[in-house]
C-alpha cells in the first residue's frame, strides 16, 4: 500500500483480512510490521557547484566572511559544504554567489537560516572534514526568487 499523508510518501505491506461489499465495498487489513516514509521536498532541487561566500552579522565562529561550495539549490535553500564552520543550527547567513540564467550572470545575496549541519569526515575529505549545511531562504525579494527559478529551470534536465 502507498499513500500520501500531508508532506510525507508512505510505503507498506500488508494482507487483506476481510472484505465486505455491503453497504459499499471496502477492505479490513492486517497492521503492518513495517512502516517506510518519506519527506517530499518543498522545491525542486538541482546538482551545483558554485563557489559561494558565506558572512554573518553575529561575530561567531572565527573571521568572516567564509568560503563554501552550493552542492544543490532549490528555490526555498540549498545544501553547501564547507571546510570550516558556518555556525550552528538556526544561526543566520548572508550567502552570496552567482548564477547564470538566461545568458545572464548576477551576484545574489540570499538571508538564510542553517536548518541542518553534518560533519563529513570520510578519508577522501581529507583530516580536517568538511562541514556540510543545510540553509533555507528567508525574506527574498521577487528578483531573487525569479533568479532562482530561471537557474533551476535550465539546469534540472541536465
Same mark, same amino acid.
Given at each position: 500500500?502507498?499513500?500520501?499523508? %500531508? ?7 500488508? !494482507? ?8 459499499? &465495498?471496502?477492505?479490513? @487489513? ?5 512502516? *517506510?516514509?518519506?519527506?517530499?521536498? #518543498?522545491?525542486?532541487?538541482? *546538482?551545483? =557547484?558554485?563557489?559561494? /561566500? ?8 572565527? $573571521? ?7 552542492? #544543490?539549490? &532549490? ?6 559544504? &564547507?571546510?570550516?564552520?558556518?555556525? $550552528?543550527? %538556526?544561526? /543566520? @547567513?548572508?550567502?552570496?554567489? $552567482? ?7 548576477? !551576484? ?7 536548518? =541542518?549541519?553534518?560533519? =563529513? *569526515?570520510? $578519508?577522501?575529505?581529507?583530516? /580536517?572534514?568538511?562541514?556540510?549545511? %543545510?540553509?533555507?531562504?528567508? =525574506? ?6 525569479? *533568479? @532562482?527559478? &530561471?537557474?533551476?529551470? /535550465? #539546469?534540472?534536465?541536465?
Amino acid at each position: 500500500v502507498r499513500l500520501l499523508v %500531508g508532506k510525507q510518501v508512505c510505503a507498506f505491506e500488508t !494482507r487483506v483480512a476481510y472484505r465486505s461489499i455491503q453497504p459499499y &465495498s471496502y477492505y479490513h @487489513l492486517v497492521y503492518p510490521e513495517e512502516i *517506510t516514509a518519506l519527506q517530499i521536498r #518543498n522545491s525542486e532541487r538541482v *546538482t551545483t =557547484n558554485i563557489e559561494a /561566500e558565506i558572512d554573518s552579522d553575529f561575530d561567531i565562529f572565527g $573571521e568572516w566572511p567564509k568560503p563554501a561550495y552550493i552542492d #544543490n539549490l &532549490s528555490k526555498t535553500g540549498a545544501r553547501m559544504s &564547507s571546510p570550516q564552520s558556518l555556525g $550552528e543550527k %538556526g544561526h /543566520e @547567513l548572508l550567502v552570496s554567489f $552567482e548564477l547564470s540564467a538566461s545568458g545572464v550572470t548576477k !551576484r545574489i545575496c540570499l538571508p538564510s537560516i542553517i536548518r =541542518n549541519i553534518e560533519l =563529513n *569526515t570520510d $578519508e577522501e575529505v581529507g583530516e /580536517e572534514g568538511r562541514y556540510i549545511v %543545510g540553509i533555507q531562504f528567508v =525574506n527574498l525579494t521577487d528578483e531573487y526568487v525569479l *533568479t @532562482l527559478s &530561471s537557474y533551476i529551470y /535550465e #539546469n534540472e534536465r541536465r
